[in-house]
């Protein structure tokens, strides 16, 4: 974590967590977008379950085998012999829906003795940073989201670790199209939404011209003002907010184990544009 954005957090229980300890935790992740909760290693499948579903609903990860027994875990594994891991690009989760997962809920289980940290970058600090001139190049465009890259009939073969794949191009190819100035539904605040492997353009420009932006935007967000680094520990918890964070898996840990547990979580609501005299 850094100074600007992210919090850790320790001596939490989160197998017994009362409300007002939680929303203590949710108010905190709203003005910070990532927490980090250490030490929670005695937490069972079903209590990290049960903790992430306080956030919202679960919406399932439609191109990976789920957990037997809990089908709303994901389990993100790399065994030493694996060359490719899954989530090694900058990306915010599964922004290729109607209504993208608000949040992401992630559990330590096999750490590498060394390697195999997690990337995150703030998208809220990365507007504000923009010039006027882009701000208002960007306010009235539309991302056209789409899955084809990674799992559909564009992507090439993919290596995602050892993560087992769900084919479903026809779900892959699906387009949707989100603001790429998002109001924050929380806050009122303006966050870039941008996720480029997860993006076949912009509505309403040439390819060339789009994806140049895309590209622009992409870059400027991965800056190092706007990024910090979770340290992954068995037990650790992590929650990012999908909604103002992009993250990326740092493939680093060459003949070494990894897994990691995931669950997304939906707040109902579609990205909607941000407008500088909304309430």
């Known amino acids: 974590m850094n100074g600007r954005f992210g919090a850790e957090i320790t001596g939490a229980d989160l197998s017994a967590l009362d409300d007002a300890t939680f929303a203590a935790l949710a108010e905190m992740l709203r003005d910070r977008h990532v927490l980090c ?16 579903r306080r956030f919202g609903t679960v919406t399932p990860y439609p191109f990976g085998e789920p957990m037997a027994g809990l089908p709303e875990i994901l389990r993100i ?4 012999t694996s060359k490719g891991n899954f989530g090694g690009v900058w990306h915010t989760d599964s922004p290729y829906h109607e209504i993208p997962p608000s949040h992401t809920v992630l559990m330590g289980i096999d ?6 940290d997690t990337m995150v970058a703030d998208m809220s600090a990365a507007y504000d940073a923009l010039t006027q001139e882009m701000k208002n190049r960007i306010h009235d465009l539309d991302g056209v989201f789409t899955a084809t890259k990674v799992h559909g009939s564009a992507a090439p073969e993919l290596h995602l670790g050892d ?4 084919a479903d191009t026809v779900r892959a190819d699906q387009e949707y199209r989100h603001p790429l100035v998002r109001n924050h539904p929380e806050t009122g605040l ?3 939404y941008v996720s480029a492997c997860h993006m076949s353009g912009l509505a309403g420009l040439p390819h060339v011209q789009a994806q140049a932006l895309i590209d ?6 991965v800056q190092d003002e706007f990024t910090a680094r979770i340290r992954w520990a068995r037990g650790t918890v992590v929650v990012l907010d999908n909604r103002c964070v992009q993250h990326k898996a ?6 070494q184990r990894r897994e990691i547990h995931r669950i997304q979580i939906t707040d109902g609501s579609r990205p909607r ?5 909304a309430p």
């Open 37 to 52: 909760i250490t030490g929670q290693e005695h937490l069972s499948p079903a209590e990290f379950l049960g903790f992430a």
């Open 77 to 80: 594994i790399k065994e030493p």
């Open 111 to 116: 750490i590498p003795e060394s390697g195999g």
């Open 163 to 166: 993560v087992a794949r769900v």
């Open 190 to 192: 303006p966050t870039l």
């Open 216 to 221: 622009s935007l992409a870059g400027h967000i």
């Open 250 to 255: 740092l493939n680093d840990y060459p003949g």
């Open 273 to 277: 544009r941000w407008e500088p005299d």
